[in-house]
């Protein structure tokens, strides 16, 4: 796949990275032919970000080497890596909110200790960047008043303006619209005609056979494949990312709703930057089933979660539950929510399920504390809290089964376990639950899909959101699809399959099954 | 890094141990660079602090101030707020104390008096924490700031009214008048007298014992109750308390206000126990010291009873020191007081990485 | 009338000198995201140093630079642990407070044995008042030739120093590519070190100036404004000086008249002691002492406009992990 010509834009050889316990990179080689757009895919946590924080100088390998246009480079810091001609746009942009287009990309390439002259030559040079790859953007804006999408070119023209000849683009899409990144696409193929490197690191299939040349698959901290984008499609990767792994089967019978429990009526949530992070979202939750949400993360999903649970309070719309009306003018916090039993199991664990200082049997009662089943007349009641942990230590099979341990020394899924756990025993009429098996092992998964199907199977109502399309495939009864705040899909788990979703996803999907989000 | 192999005792004991000897090492340092000879400095200050009944009598009542503002501190500390106000708060509760005094030491007798001195103390000093609270809770304004700023102006308003209302009249000294006895805390050598057990005397006093009831009251509050466990929540993971329902305005509120209720209690131990009037200035530093002793004592209220003896004892001493050897200072107490803030809070993860670092290495070993 | 104002501003540049260096110090420290209010004991540790070395030395020059060596020292201190340990920037700032004010006294005993402080200043030991030129006539023209004679001229060189730091900083700030890449790391250290910029010396850089300035601040303090080195003679100039540079939103031209404005009500202050003014009455010396914390108070409270400071100030730059 190498003319012997060019010498390749990267090589590495043999990198290994380890943090702590955790081999984030073992023994990865990479060929990058110059001037081409090479895709790096990889589930969650396969290892990607590390790889390329690597390249950049952010971290540095354990063993290995890099190869830079055929020469042996050593990249300690970013500096390295930018004169070795590699820029990189993070999945979190870099930028100083407060500083305007220009002072951005000059930071770190002012050419001189005065900035005047400075800022004269960069805004020459921005203006041919601007015109030579339709890169256009107001020179003199404050970052932080532009669209997205606009900070993103930000990024890259801070990249070009330093001389980038290789650009890693680290999940760019995940943050843009879709006309943003199909624009996102039109300029990097702009870019790979005048002769410019790209890694592009995502786990969109559908970008990586739409833009790439070349592509490499990760899993597990390893790179598993290479293969030339024209010689594979989506099947093939999607298998070679998730690797042997069965396609994901969960043993449950069809659902048998038993009448409604939730129903959500134009929910809408306005941000307090004035965005609107939910819009008009409407649906119905029934007893004894699962309804799965499916969408890009960051489309609204965990808005609607926070909505639900109390965290957030409406900015309109109305939630009926427990024959309560809870609208703007009548929020309800999430303890009040927890005692019309919903439970909800977040998203994020570590940022908000678990208190990760506290022992397990303490981090067993978050939000559940003021329950009198915890507390005598002033105080907690230990010996209770410690018993309860215990026994559903044993019962849900956490290990290690000691209530003493401190919430962050348990693995992933015993962690995941600890808050599930809480949330189920609370007997729930409803459970909200986000992301239930990421960073989980694979055990753990299965053992949790279970307990899931458990819960629905003894009439409860369930809402599930994944980014994981597989889970929300395997789990759900009903599937809703979010984009950009709005439910733009709905049909039963039975109709579904990747294409449909994923169409949906982008709301590019134009079938028969109509946008049902409203129709209450 | 797996904390999960790093021993309790190295985290609990060993790295607090070292961190402050380290500061105590940099002091020896500094006496040494004086000319005297640490070793020796440091035979006068055990002497002066613990070798006699009169020392350990006054050690005890330094450590009193400074029970009172380590708890203080740590109570905010737990919340994840840093309240740098105590000073302020202890000389405004010291005002609620000498009012209770001042108004009531002719009608009443100790027995109610004290139960309301201690209200009063709590009060004024919960008072002077409100504002800052209540600013950093609704308006977001940043409780260091604000609490600093409220240091100043307790000292002015303090100045203003022991000048203009407080003083006596015809008397140039701007104290107030001394309290009849009937509103003075018993002195320990008093109170145990009668039980046949003579001590020196010393100006220890009946306020050393509520500010060990107050260890337990804290202990109790944070480790035992629902509202310790939602203020422990709030300092570690805010978001987390979000999540639980935990309204964090509502805490970030009335943990200030029982931070500075207990500041506040240093107004029994010196306006009601040895001054027996208000005064200028008696909170003499013992705010600031308390950050120190939260700090040394790990927030923790057993932690702080040790701390506070230990600083106690150097208070106590350092004036035995300066004493014996004039060409040092009581203020070289100031000094180690400010080291151990350096090496036990600001440089904690000097040395904690390395030594953790050490003990994982040692258990994959 | 007139005459009292003059006098009035006079005093307020004299007591705004010292709140203007620590306040353009913090300034550096801040926007560089290292809190600082240690600024008090640098400030008292570089008086102390000044009046110590301009005593033993008889130059008030060479006590300035012992002044800026000192608080520079004390600053690396507060560098060394907020920017390499990842330290609290408050509990090191409070140490160092709290160590300065017991050294000063424990070195100044051991030192002169004058209780702590250091001899009095006399000579060249001290910066004394420089006349400018022609100010003696013009001082009988009309309103400018008193505003020239009596306001302008007749002050010490920190005085004007202190006043040519304010366009300086500004200069330094938004003109230079250190200013730029300073200002940057306050805002978001991650932009700053994926640019290939090193977060730590950038922000040591910045903590050193801080030093300078507080140095000056307080050699202003001992061999100019004063005759030598008292206990505590720093009496709490760095929180006003914090308090300005919030004031001013860590702006150098709004921190100006910020600390104009402090040193303003302080030179009242001192005038109005024992004045009673018609229809009101005497105002409390102390309700005027307040009133810097007070409006800096209802500030933080966004009740009079609203202070945002960089925004990663006070955190440690820890490289997220992948």
Known sequence: MNDNKTPLAIELRDISKRFGAVQANKDICLQVPTGTIHGIIGENGAGKSTLMSIIYGFYEADTGEIEIGGKKTHIRTSEDAIQAGIGMVHQHFMLVENFTVLENVMLGAEGGALLRQGKDDARLELKRLASEYSLDVDVDAIVEELPVGLQQRVEILKALYRGAKILILDEPTGVLTPQEADHLFVILKSLKEQGVTVLLITHKLREIMASTDNVSVMRQGQMVAHRETKNTDKEELAELMVGKKVRLKVDKDDAKPTGLVLSAKKLSLVDSQGVKRLKDVSFELNAGEIVGIAGVSGNGQSELLNVLSGISSLSSGEIQFAGETITAANPKNASQMRDLKMAHVPEDRHKMGLVTGFEAYEAAILGYHNSSAYNGSILLNRKAMLSECEERMAKWDVRPPNPHLKTANFSGGNQQKIVIAREVEQNPEVLLIGQPTRGVDIGAIENIHEEIVKLRDSGKAILLVSVELDEIMALSDRILVMFDGAVVGELPASDADERTLGLMMANAYNGPLSKTGDKA | ?365 | MFETLILILDATMRVSTPLILAALAGLFSERSGIVDIGLEGKILGGAFAAAAAAAVFGSAWIGLIFAMLASIGLALIHGFACITHRGDHIVSGVAINTIVAGLTVTLGLDWFGMGGQTPTLAGDARFLSLTLPFADAVADVPVIGLIYSELLSGHNVLVYLAFACVPLTYWVIYKTRFGLRLRAVGENPHAVDTAGISVAFLRYRAVIICGILCGLAGAYLSTAHNAGFLKDMSAGKGYIALAALIFGKWRPVPVLFACLLFGFLDAVAVRMQGVSLPGIGEIPVQAIEVLPYVLTVLLLAGFIGKAIGPKAVGRPYVKERA
């Open chain 2, 1 to 365: 890094m797996n904390q999960a192999k790093v021993p309790v005792w190295v985290s609990i004991a060993l790295i607090p141990f070292i961190n402050v000897m380290l500061a105590f090492f940099v002091s020896a340092l500094v006496i040494l660079a004086l000319g005297e000879d640490p070793i020796e400095a440091a035979g006068y200050l055990i002497y002066g602090a613990f070798g006699y009944e009169e020392g350990i009598g006054y050690t005890l009542y330094y450590a009193t101030n400074l029970i009172f503002t380590g708890l203080a501190v740590s109570v905010a500390f737990k919340a994840g707020l840093f309240n740098i106000g105590g000073e302020g708060q202890a000389y405004i509760g010291g005002l609620g104390v000498g009012l209770v005094c001042l108004w009531f030491d002719s009608s009443l007798p100790l027995m109610v008096i004290a139960p309301l001195a201690i209200i009063g103390g709590a009060l004024f000093g919960a008072a002077w924490a409100y504002i800052p609270a209540y600013l950093q809770a609704r308006r977001g304004s940043h409780v260091v700031i604000t609490t600093i700023m409220f240091n100043f102006i307790a000292s002015s308003l303090m100045v203003y009214l022991l000048v203009n209302w407080l003083k006596q009249d015809g008397r140039m000294s701007p104290n107030s008048r001394t309290f009849e006895e009937s509103a003075w805390l018993p002195y320990m050598h008093e109170l145990l007298a009668p039980f046949g057990i003579e001590l020196s005397e010393s100006p220890l006093n009946a306020s050393f014992l509520w500010a060990l009831i107050c260890c337990v009251f804290v202990w109790g509050l944070i480790w035992h109750t629902r509202w310790g466990y939602q203020l422990r929540t709030l300092g570690t993971n805010a978001t987390a308390a979000v999540y639980a329902g935990i309204d964090n305005s509502k805490v970030t509120i009335w943990v200030m206000l029982i931070s500075g209720g207990l500041a506040g209690f240093v107004g029994l131990n010196e306006i009601m126990g040895v001054n027996h009037s208000l005064l200028l200035n008696f909170t003499a530093g013992y705010g600031f010291a308390g950050i120190a002793v939260s700090l040394m004592g790990r927030n923790h209220p057993v932690g702080i009873i040790v701390a506070a003896i230990l600083f106690g004892a150097l208070y106590q001493g350092g004036s035995e020191l300066a004493f014996e050897i004039p060409t040092i200072t009581p203020e070289i107490v100031v000094v180690i007081q400010g080291l151990v803030i350096l090496f036990s809070g600001a440089l904690e993860n000097m040395l904690k990485d390395r030594i953790e670092g050490f003990f994982i290495r040692k258990s994959v070993a």
